[in-house]
């Protein structure tokens, strides 16, 4: 549930940029900047800090498989059952909790 923008030419200082990006993004969750990065959103800070946590442990995992030699695909069926269980805006927040749960208890004063 990406997106690909091979356009990208730096940071978004005006509005046009702003919208290309948007347009690109559509109703996906993430998208990959060439030569930049990622940019995940969600309907709540806690669902894109998740899914943005999410896509570049992904993309992590992707490159050590190809470096190991061909990669396995995962089934469609299976990987389209997987994306309806956790890939909705609920699973994002929820996944991310844990998270939020031990920033706080490791820096309470990232609050104050």
């Given at each position: 549930?990406?997106?690909?923008?091979?356009?990208?030419?730096?940071v978004?200082?005006?509005?046009?940029e702003?919208?290309?990006?948007?347009?690109?993004?559509g109703?996906?969750?993430?998208?990959?900047?060439?030569?930049?990065?990622?940019?995940?959103?969600?309907?709540?800070?806690?669902?894109?800090a998740?899914?943005?946590i999410?896509?570049?442990?992904?993309?992590?995992?992707?490159?050590?498989?190809?470096?190991?030699?061909?990669?396995?695909?995962?089934?469609?069926?299976?990987?389209e059952?997987?994306?309806?269980?956790?890939?909705?805006?609920?699973?994002?927040?929820?996944?991310?909790?844990?998270?939020?749960?031990?920033?706080?208890?490791?820096?309470?004063?990232?609050?104050?």
């Open positions: 549930d990406h997106a690909l923008f091979d356009d990208y030419t730096g978004v200082l005006d509005l046009e702003g919208k290309r990006l948007a347009h690109a993004l109703d996906t969750k993430a998208i990959i900047l060439r030569n930049h990065g990622l940019l995940t959103v969600g309907k709540s800070v806690d669902e894109a998740f899914w943005f999410t896509m570049e442990r992904s993309c992590q995992v992707q490159l050590m498989a190809e470096a190991a030699g061909t990669p396995v695909k995962i089934d469609k069926d299976q990987a059952l997987t994306a309806g269980q956790v890939g909705n805006a609920f699973g994002g927040w929820l996944g991310f909790q844990p998270l939020y749960d031990r920033i706080v208890r490791e820096q309470p004063d990232l609050l104050e």
